[in-house]
């Protein structure tokens, strides 16, 4: 029952255009500001390893900033990956889970810590959602932003996501959030996943976010229209499926993009893009002064809301 008057929470929470919903920012950025070396293969894994007390920290950070729902560490965190760092497959399905039970145990001290500050009565219970990344995030080699087909059927991604999204149900998020997804193939996937009895059970809500290289195209070059059109045929039929959008895109192909989805999909959009800065895939680093100043990115959200997003953050670069 819990999780039946949970569904329905979120999704009133996300279709109510009166009051913007808001999404944690770039959980990297705001480690690194704190000193934490996030350089390497998998960071989010070494630190729910190493360091779990700095990303719950985080985490609450984001909630008590004014998040509605933060995501879980767990983006580039996949079975495959962690035994890739030198991890057994026990030790990565622990972690795996730890990180979402990280994020719950966050919004129940932040939610405590805001009924002490008085804060609470202005707000709404925030949310704890599942980081679910792209299947090339696993691969840690920029494959999500170059959009490939990974070489592997659908029938191997469908089992992918759908042993992923088992272990992550047990802990009970509030949401999961599909991420940085790069391509059709994978949509489909995860869309077929979502319709699996196991998880329809779980009645957790959903939303998928792809990933684009300019305001047109995924990063695979299919077009945002036929995501948006896809989506729009099994939306009817995918219950937990409550919203799309798009992530880690520069801010400037937003809003066209955002116009597109609405064209052709009526489901509420969700947006996270970065600042505009460009990530240099081989050292691992954020070209300086390729950003846009906040103002800009303020001024911008605003227009996205006028597209029709109602859940709005940034990623990869923005901080509390």
Not at 188 to 204: K, Y
Request: hydrophobic letters at 40%; a negative charge.
């Amino acid at each position: 029952a819990v999780m039946a008057e949970n569904f329905e929470r979120f999704v009133s929470a996300i279709s109510d255009m009166r009051r913007p919903f808001v999404l944690d920012g770039g959980q990297a950025t705001q480690m690194e500001q704190e000193g934490v070396d996030l350089s390497g293969h998998l960071w989010s894994a070494r630190l729910l390893r190493d360091n779990p007390s700095m990303v719950k920290k985080t985490h609450v950070a984001f909630f008590l900033a004014g998040a509605d729902v933060a995501v879980s560490a767990s983006y580039q965190g996949t079975v495959e990956g962690f035994k890739r760092a030198g991890m057994s497959d026990e030790e990565g399905q622990r972690l795996l889970k730890f990180s979402i039970k990280l994020i719950r145990e966050a919004r129940d001290e932040a939610w405590e810590q805001m009924h002490k500050h008085g804060s609470a009565s202005k707000r709404m219970k925030p949310f704890a959602g599942a980081s679910v990344g792209c299947y090339g995030a696993s691969l840690a080699d920029g494959s999500e932003y170059t959009g490939g087909s990974y070489g592997i059927s659908l029938e191997e991604l469908r089992k992918f996501h759908l042993d992923r999204l088992k272990l992550f149900a047990e802990e009970a998020p509030d949401v999961f959030a599909f991420e940085t997804i790069p391509n059709m193939m994978e949509v489909e996937a995860i869309i077929d996943v979502l319709n699996d009895p196991q998880i329809l059970a779980t009645n957790i809500p959903a939303w998928i976010s792809v990933c684009c290289k300019d305001d047109e195209s995924l990063s695979s070059n299919e077009s945002v229209e036929q995501f948006a059109k896809f989506v729009a045929s099994r939306a009817p039929s995918t219950k937990l499926l409550v919203s799309i959008g798009v992530n880690c895109v520069h801010p400037r192909h937003v809003e066209k993009i955002l116009s597109t989805m609405r064209r052709h999909c009526n489901l509420p959009l969700v947006v996270y893009p970065n600042k505009g800065e460009k990530f240099d895939t081989v050292s691992r680093e954020w070209v300086p002064g390729t950003a846009m100043d906040d103002d800009e990115f303020c001024k911008l959200s605003d227009s996205w809301r006028e597209c029709g997003a109602t859940m709005i953050g940034g990623c990869c670069r923005t901080s509390v």
